[in-house]
């Protein structure tokens, strides 16, 4: 049996960054080092950091009084970040530069008087985080949140004539297109960033699908559940009519799915880890013995995010 390995696939600059600054944090201040919502969404990931010493809360009133905390790579809202202020915590922002490039793009158009529509999945943290970036105090306009065609199609917004549109950074590409379509057949002036909100990681990872599934038997996403860019992944490969399964690790590999299978696709999604990919093909090579393997070629990234300046001041 063949397997064939997507590329590019697995961590993205975005998560690289965020597990280095939770790791840095810990060397420089020691445990506990507080993170606000898992810092990527991997569960061999928090498991490991975990295990050093970071300790993840859902919201900031479980973190004691002076002590740090770490915001994840998915954002979030200015409230919190109000209430970290007021708290007087210190902080080290994980957030996705490509994320706050949304949350930058969000304020302008508030502040421009905009209504607003993001494309995004109903209560991702990251959308979240982008909603909680519009301020009244600042526009007279309303954001609204779309998360199909079909709340496309129904949408109704205050200011038909002045309404512009953002997305979240993970979506699928197909869906995100057809959403986009629909909105501007209803709203002929509706405005968009200058470039695609959507990251060259996922981009990157689903064209790397499509060309995998298109060579394969049976494609396996190494990537957790709650990984929005994991499960875009899965679902483009099952629209392209391959059987696909979402992994957490091997222990999630059955034996019955290699039946009659000749060739493997098997990619990572963006907060997935390398090792994972290797303990994955090991599993399927006790299942079936001598596999071979063969890595495919794809978009080449040399994306690097600089850490926060104070975690770099600390470290100096």
Not at 30 to 59: C, M, S, T, W
Not at 220 to 228: P, R
Not at 291 to 313: D, H, I, Q, S, T
Request: proline share 4%.
């Amino acid at each position: 049996m063949k397997i064939l390995l997507a590329n590019p696939r697995g961590f993205c600059a975005g998560v690289d960054r965020a597990i280095d600054i939770v790791n840095r944090a810990l060397d420089s201040f020691g445990a506990p080092i507080y993170v606000r919502h898992e810092v990527v969404h991997n569960q061999y990931v928090v498991d490991k950091l975990r295990d050093r010493g970071a300790v993840f809360v859902d919201e900031l009133d479980e973190i004691p009084d002076d002590q740090i905390v770490i915001f994840s790579a998915h954002g979030v809202s200015k409230a919190v970040r109000k209430e970290a202020e007021l708290r007087q915590l210190k902080v080290f922002d994980a957030t996705c530069p490509l994320v706050t490039k949304v949350h930058i793009e969000v304020f302008r158009y508030c502040k421009q008087g905009f209504d607003l529509i993001l494309i995004g999945h109903h209560g991702h943290p990251e959308v979240e985080g982008t909603l909680g970036q519009w301020d009244k105090l600042n526009g007279d306009g309303e954001i609204y949140l779309v998360d199909s065609v079909e709340e496309a199609r129904a949408i109704l917004v205050d200011q038909p004539n002045n309404v512009a549109y953002v997305t979240q950074t993970t979506l699928s590409m197909d869906d995100t297109r057809e959403i986009i379509k629909e909105l501007r057949q209803r709203f002929p002036l509706i405005e968009g960033p200058k470039h695609d909100d959507i990251c060259y990681a996922t981009q990157n990872r689903q064209m790397a699908v499509r060309q995998l599934a298109a060579q394969t038997d049976l494609v396996l996403v190494v990537g957790s559940v709650n990984s929005s860019n994991s499960n875009r992944l899965k679902e483009l490969a099952e629209r392209q009519g391959v059987v696909s399964y979402l992994i957490d690790g091997p222990s999630d590999v059955k034996d019955i799915w290699f039946k009659d299978i000749q060739s493997v696709g098997l990619t990572a999604g963006a907060s997935a880890p390398e090792k994972l990919v290797k303990d994955v093909i090991a599993a399927i090579d006790d299942i079936s013995p001598n596999v071979k393997v063969v890595e495919l070629g794809g978009e080449p990234e040399n994306m690097v995010f600089a850490l926060p300046k104070e975690l770099r001041l600390v470290q100096k």
